[in-house]
T-cell receptor, first 113, second 114 residues
Framework: DAEITQSPRHKITETGRQVTLACHQT?????MFWYRQDLGHGLRLIHY???????NKGEVSDGYSVSRSNTEDLPLTLESAASSQTSVYFC????????????FGEGSRLTVL | KQEVTQIPAALSVPEGENLVLNCSFT??????LQWFRQDPGKGLTSLLL?????REQTSGRLNASLDKSSGRSTLYIAASQPGDSATYLC?????????????FGKGTHLIIQP
């Protein structure tokens, strides 16, 4: 079955370190998204991509970057981790165009000490 | 900016009851609306996707309705079971099409008592 997988599922890091969260989907979806989920804020969009070489900023993109070198992967990089970036991160994908159903990964819990 | 509100924030009912979860959104020019379920420590699972041209969608014991003009959607759960316990979220596109991501409500935390 097609799926979307995230790694690592749990990570603890220190302030100032670079961290990369991986996202891999096997649906061949063109649209991919990164969200963070925090108590009191719900889910907020970080970055998204419509396809290879395309990336766009979402609502809370400061301190994060993404790159899209193939259809299957959209890694999320925290250039210099901050305690405010402690959160649960979700990757999602949807088919090309608009109006498509969104499919989520299981999430990556990041703690920045 | 699109804003999504879900009421109630939490709900606890005995098994077997029929219940309604509410979702409202500020910009009625939406392309679609999705309802999701999230279990503790897990990702989101899509339950129902309603296109703007539809009034409702059904899947098993779940029925979702959409009233674009009033900016409202409801999720109806019939004959609730303990396995329905989870957080339910609704979401609409940031902009009309939805290809640039969804705006989510903060969810309704549902507990079904055996």
């Amino acid at each position: 079955d097609a799926e979307i997988t995230q790694s690592p599922r749990h990570k603890i890091t220190e302030t100032g370190r670079q961290v990369t969260l991986a996202c891999h989907q096997t649906w061949n979806h063109n649209n991919m998204f990164w969200y963070r989920q925090d108590l009191g804020h719900g889910l907020r969009l970080i970055h998204y991509s419509y396809g290879v070489q395309d990336t766009n900023k979402g609502e809370v993109s400061d301190g994060y970057s993404v790159s899209r070198s193939n259809t299957e992967d959209l890694p999320l990089t925290l250039e210099s981790a901050a305690s405010s970036q402690t959160s649960v991160y979700f990757c999602a994908s949807s088919p090309s165009g608009s109006g498509g159903e969104l499919f989520f990964g299981e999430g990556s819990r990041l703690t920045v000490l | 900016k699109q804003e999504v509100t879900q009421i109630p924030a939490a709900l606890s009912v005995p098994e077997g009851e029929n219940l309604v979860l509410n979702c409202s959104f500020t910009d009625s020019a939406i392309y679609n609306l999705q309802w999701f379920r999230q279990d503790p420590g897990k990702g989101l699972t899509s339950l129902l996707l309603i296109q703007s041209s539809q009034r409702e969608q059904t899947s098993g014991r779940l029925n979702a309705s959409l009233d674009k003009s009033s900016g409202r959607s409801t999720l109806y759960i019939a004959a609730s079971q303990p396995g329905d316990s989870a957080t339910y979220l609704c979401a609409v596109p940031y902009s009309g099409g939805g290809a640039d991501g969804l705006t989510f409500g903060k969810g309704t935390h549902l507990i079904i008592q055996p």
